[in-house]
T-cell receptor, first 113, second 114 residues
Framework: KNQVEQSPQSLIILEGKNCTLQCNYTVSPFSNLRWYKQDTGRGPVSLTIMTFSENTKSNGRYTATLDADTKQSSLHITASQLSDSASYICVVSARGGYQKVTFGTGTKLQVIP | DGGITQSPKYLFRKEGQNVTLSCEQNLNHDAMYWYRQDPGQGLRLIYYSQIVNDFQKGDIAEGYSVSREKKESFPLTVTSAQKNPTAFYLC?????????????FGPGTRLTVL
């Protein structure tokens, strides 16, 4: 069964600090991995997408890494801001289209002043 | 929210009633999706549509129905057969259903059964 596990479940950090969120998956055959940001009560917004051949992708202060051999990904947030407070969802797609997408349960990040 | 609108934002339903959630997109996307989000769980696919007048069941289609009469619209009906309908419902669209295409999500509808 395809699974995506994220850790930690929740995280509180001080404004300006860095943090790293983890994602482990067992989806096969692998197509791509995305990180989404979801503000409370809103729809998710795509941050990055990585395919099998990519191991790093940046979007401003967000940097995602992918190790396809160990089936692990991380999302690193640099110099956190209060607006980074949200849930971050790891989403892994198997080859075959969007009907083969598995969503993680998310990491809830709170940035405090 | 990328040109996708959902209404209403909050919806209350009595047990035994059917309710319809609206989803409209102006992105000219062929593919549209409905997901359900529950606390502590990842999004789960209810239905998806790759083209007008065609739709497919997702992982948890029981108790739900959809239609795709127009490219822009993909309404979801939550029927009385859905045993636990209280949840946050998200609609999304993408250019087509290839997994490399970015999905754009609407703002969601929170449904509560009284």
């Amino acid at each position: 069964k395809n699974q995506v596990e994220q850790s930690p479940q929740s995280l509180i950090i001080l404004e300006g600090k860095n943090c790293t969120l983890q994602c482990n998956y067992t989806v096969s055959p692998f197509s791509n991995l995305r990180w989404y940001k979801q503000d409370t009560g809103r729809g998710p917004v795509s941050l990055t997408i990585m395919t099998f051949s990519e191991n790093t992708k940046s979007n401003g202060r967000y940097t995602a890494t992918l190790d396809a051999d160990t089936k692990q990904s991380s999302l690193h947030i640099t110099a956190s801001q209060l607006s980074d407070s949200a849930s971050y969802i790891c989403v892994v797609s198997a080859r075959g289209g969007y009907q083969k997408v598995t969503f993680g349960t998310g990491t809830k990040l709170q940035v405090i002043p | 929210d990328g040109g996708i609108t959902q209404s209403p934002k909050y919806l209350f339903r009595k047990e035994g009633q059917n309710v319809t959630l609206s989803c409209e997109q102006n992105l000219n996307h062929d593919a549209m999706y409905w997901y359900r989000q529950d606390p502590g769980q990842g999004l789960r696919l209810i239905y998806y549509s790759q083209i007008v007048n065609d739709f497919q069941k997702g992982d948890i289609a029981e108790g739900y129905s959809v239609s795709r009469e127009k490219k822009e619209s993909f309404p979801l009906t939550v029927t009385s057969a859905q045993k636990n309908p209280t949840a946050f419902y998200l609609c999304a669209s993408s250019i087509d259903s290839r997994s490399l295409d970015t999905q754009y999500f609407g703002p969601g509808t929170r449904l509560t059964v009284l």
